[in-house]
T-cell receptor, first 111, second 110 residues
Framework: GENVEQHPSTLSVQEGDSAVIKCTYS??????FPWYKQELGKRPQLIID?????GEKKDQRIAVTLNKTAKHFSLHITETQPEDSAVYFC??????????FGAGTRLFVKA | SQTIHQWPATLVQPVGSPLSLECTVE??????LYWYRQAAGRGLQLLFY??????ISSEVPQNLSASRPQDRQFILSSKKLLLSDSGFYLC?????????FGSGTRLTVV
């Protein structure tokens, strides 16, 4: 089955700096890669996703890149703000079904 | 619009007691439904998924079971809780693709 590895487990950046979170997946059949943000005590919420036919997608300060050959994808947050502090999860699935999540990255943005 | 309801929000149960968590979705038909568990400070572990009424697949052997008696209702149960069942339980649904999660149930087994 699918296995998703996520790094780093904890990331601390200064406000205004960029943050990068990286994930690798094992199942070459995976074709949908969402990212979720979970604030303390709350539900994970989808912030951006990418399909395997696209190499990069951007939404304001957030971007995701995908390298299908190497089976890895990354989340990039630019101009970080304190409200970006949260746990971020990458995930992989085949068509959005039975999504497998990474272990999460706890992001701290220091003001 | 589609919404997902999950209850209760918090639950404290003694070891050996039964469990029933309920999740319902509105505004969609024949959704894929999922139960995930999140241990403190950890990732999301897929417990069960369902593609239709009465169709349940289990991802990991455990002390829990799931049922889907109606198209938009998904129930997580246990006959006898263990301490290791403590965690944050999240119901989710997807049509295609992407998940919408319920608000979660924080279960503490004491």
């Amino acid at each position: 089955g699918e296995n998703v590895e996520q790094h780093p487990s904890t990331l601390s950046v200064q406000e205004g700096d960029s943050a990068v979170i990286k994930c690798t997946y094992s199942d070459s059949a995976s074709n949908y890669f969402p990212w979720y943000k979970q604030e303390l005590g709350k539900r994970p919420q989808l912030i951006i996703d990418i399909r395997s036919n696209v190499g990069e997608k951007k939404d304001q300060r957030i971007a995701v890149t995908l390298n299908k050959t190497a089976k890895h994808f990354s989340l990039h947050i630019t101009e970080t703000q304190p409200e970006d502090s949260a746990v971020y999860f990458c995930a992989a699935s085949e068509g959005g079904f039975k999504t497998i999540f990474g272990a999460g990255t706890r992001l701290f943005v220091k003001a | 619009s589609q919404t997902i309801h999950q209850w209760p929000a918090t639950l404290v149960q003694p070891v050996g007691s039964p469990l029933s968590l309920e999740c319902t979705v509105e505004g969609t038909s024949n959704p894929n439904l999922y139960w995930y568990r999140q241990a403190a400070g950890r990732g999301l572990q897929l417990l069960f998924y369902s593609v239709g009424i009465g169709q349940i697949s289990s991802e990991v052997p455990q002390n829990l079971s799931a049922s889907r008696p109606q198209d938009r209702q998904f129930i997580l149960s246990s006959k006898k809780l263990l301490l290791s069942d403590s965690g944050f339980y999240l119901c989710a649904w997807s049509v295609n693709p992407g998940y919408t999660f319920g608000s979660g149930t924080r279960l503490t087994v004491v």
